[in-house]
């Protein structure tokens, strides 16, 4: 794998593993019982944005590794 094609995996699994951890550990603010004036009811009240970035990169640095191990020679060897 090259050095511009690992950037471009891990680029890809890094947002979709964001994605992924998004929505985990989210309580709405009506859950909470406070709404600040002017926001969405459904918004979350500590969305934990740093925390989930961290868990991104690792994700896209295993799925990367696992694209570069396993799927990168696989392709070559089947001539795709």
């Known amino acids: 794998m090259s050095l511009v094609g690992g ?4 680029c890809i699994s890094w947002w979709m593993c ?8 989210v309580r709405g603010q009506f859950e909470d019982g406070e709404i600040p004036e002017g926001t969405e009811e459904g918004a979350p ?16 640095v295993v799925c990367t590794a696992i694209a570069g191990i396993i799927v990168v020679p696989l392709l070559r060897y089947y001539g795709a």
């Open 18 to 25: 964001l994605f992924v951890v998004l929505p985990i550990g």
């Open 7 to 10: 950037i471009v995996i891990f």
């Open 45 to 60: 009240a500590e969305p934990m944005l740093a925390k989930k970035a961290i868990w991104a990169t690792i994700g896209a």
